[in-house]
């Protein structure tokens, strides 16, 4: 704690000091809140809550999974800098400043009730929290014991961290809560969603239908219904006793969830898409400032701790990431592109990369090239290409004729292929990434006549994709070789590289999980 004695400093004397509750509703999508726009009841009392608010339409998460996003919302740090990766079973760097350990040296009571798991005392997150109680359970029972701590402690001021897995699978809503969302359903799947039955889904043992689909999504929202309700009693309780106004509340999630956007369903820490990144973000400022202001632009998890100790007049430390979104919320024009990096950690040396821009997402693989000749080329007899990548997809295009083609690497035979008169993908993955040369050889003569008619074509992807998500918001249409888009995805992985490469916290040595915290995981769906 020595560090921290000449960084923060406590603040000035005659200025009211407010309370601060960070609430983060686990695997919340914030396209499935009624303040985000979905059609269905999940959210009455967070809606309500929004309109005393400030809403930011597009929060990204920095990263797809529970650890290293809580851990970027409480230091302000991206997961490659804070160190707490989920993969590698890293806790968070003890040479970086937790939230709870600004508030505590700045005098404030801390606690937290929340769901533990990957935001367990294991993992650093009870740093600063002179109580930090981890449990199982719904929403409402995180609920009840703030309040219990509330009408205990009202008279210091407090800073109060809630999570709740209640959203996350399984997903298993209270008795009468699923009927809100479904009557008809006649399938064959249960009213509760286990982890293993999302496995065998999403591994296509268990073939479902498109009511079987509505089914779970329906049964997701049922929770989120029960997480509401909880939320507006502790909503009322702040209102009846007066802290209300004297409380910055901010309301947040650390990833959502896929319901077959990309494939798969009832999941998340896979991938870099919207669908897991895009996280409510809904900030009540004291004595609702700002109320009913609604942000477009893009913010970040990054940008959460810099907003409190700008709200609550405390000092910014020089390991913040992110900056302060009081501008934002009191509409002042005035406030430069916050660009989002988010990483899926894995046990891969590098983990992999996004850069989101408000209309732009670049997603970087740990072992990326640039084509030495971005689109489709064409040859008639044999082309080399040189490339260090790990792994090469090569869709290939047979013109007018059935063709036999050769492929070799370093001049080692690799693999023969008879090309039909349409295209077909061929993979090639390799070991290790050093220099190498691939030939592809046409073994069938070239006859068309010619410049510009070719006899065969080819195309070289890697794992990287960029995605204008002004005019494809899905992401289903990967622009990354793509010659015209070129020069903006060298921008952004410019940016991409210099955010990434500055300096982080050391790593530290990987956690050792006791039974309990190991059980917990399992339940969660966490596979050992
Ligand atoms: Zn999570």
Redesign the pocket.
């Known amino acids: 704690m020595i560090a921290l004695c000449h960084a923060i400093t406590i603040p000035l004397a005659g200025e009211p000091k407010h309370n601060l509750l960070v609430i983060s509703i ?2 919340l999508r914030a396209d499935h809140l009624g303040c985000y726009g979905y059609p269905k009841p999940t959210t009455p009392g967070i809606d309500r809550f929004s309109r005393e608010s400030v809403l930011f339409r597009t929060a990204i998460a920095h990263a797809p ?2 650890e290293p ?2 851990a970027s919302i409480f230091t302000s740090m991206i997961p490659a800098h804070h160190g707490a990766l989920r993969a590698k079973r890293m806790p968070i760097s003890k040479k970086v400043v937790t939230m709870a350990e600004i508030l505590r040296s700045a005098g404030y009571r801390t606690v937290s009730f929340n769901g533990g798991g ?1 935001v367990g005392a294991s993992y650093g997150f009870d740093r600063g929290f002179e109580l930090y109680e981890s449990s199982p359970g719904r929403f409402s029972e995180k609920v009840t014991a703030a309040i219990d701590w509330l009408e205990r402690n009202a008279d210091e001021e407090f800073f109060m961290f809630l999570h709740t ?1 209640e959203v ?1 699978a399984p997903y298993d809503p209270p008795a009468g809560r699923l009927k809100l969302f479904e009557t008809d359903y006649k399938g064959a799947l249960p009213g509760v969603i286990a982890p293993g039955l999302l496995m065998k889904i999403n591994a296509g043992e268990l073939q479902i239908d498109e009511a079987d689909a509505r089914h779970i999504v329906n049964v997701y929202d049922a929770g989120i219904r029960s997480v509401d309700d909880a939320f507006g009693k502790l909503m009322a309780h702040l209102r009846s006793t007066q802290l209300l106004d004297r409380t910055l509340i901010v309301f947040t ?3 959502g969830e896929e319901f077959g956007e990309h494939g798969q369903t009832g999941r ?1 820490s896979h991938t870099l898409y919207d669908e897991l990144l895009k996280v409510p973000l809904i900030v009540r400022m004291p004595g609702a400032r700002f109320a009913s202001t609604v942000v477009e632009r893009q913010v970040r998890g990054i940008d959460i701790l810099p907003t409190v100790v700008d709200v609550l007049g405390l000092e910014s430390l020089a390991q913040f990431e992110g900056s302060s979104l009081r501008g934002l919320m009191a509409r002042k024009k005035k406030d430069d592109e916050r660009v989002a990096v988010s990483q899926l950690d894995t046990t891969n040396e590098k983990p992999l990369s996004a850069i989101r821009s408000a209309t732009r997402k670049l997603i970087l693989g740990p072992h990326s090239f640039v084509p030495l000749q971005p689109g489709y080329q064409w040859f008639k007899d044999r082309v080399e290409i040189v490339t260090d990548a790990r792994y090469l997809m090569l869709p290939m295009e047979s013109f007018h004729v059935q063709r036999t083609v050769k492929i070799s690497v370093d001049g080692e035979f690799v693999r023969q292929v008879v090309l039909p008169p349409r295209k077909q993908v061929l993979s090639i993955p390799f070991q290790t990434s050093e220099k190498r040369v691939v030939s592809i050889e046409s073994l069938t003569p070239c006859t068309s006549t010619g410049e510009g008619l070719p006899c065969v074509s080819f195309r070289v992807f890697n794992p990287s994709e960029y995605f204008r998500l002004d005019d494809d918001p899905g992401e289903q249409n990967n622009l990354f070789a793509d010659a015209a888009q070129r020069a903006d995805i060298e921008r952004l992985q410019t940016q991409l590289d210099a955010l990434v490469s500055s300096a982080g916290a050391a790593a530290e040595a990987p956690v050792e999980l006791d039974a309990r915290s190991r059980e917990r995981l399992k339940a969660l769906g966490y596979a050992e």
């Open positions: 686990d695997t999974s529970t996003s809580h990957q897995y996350h999630s650390d990833h998340h």
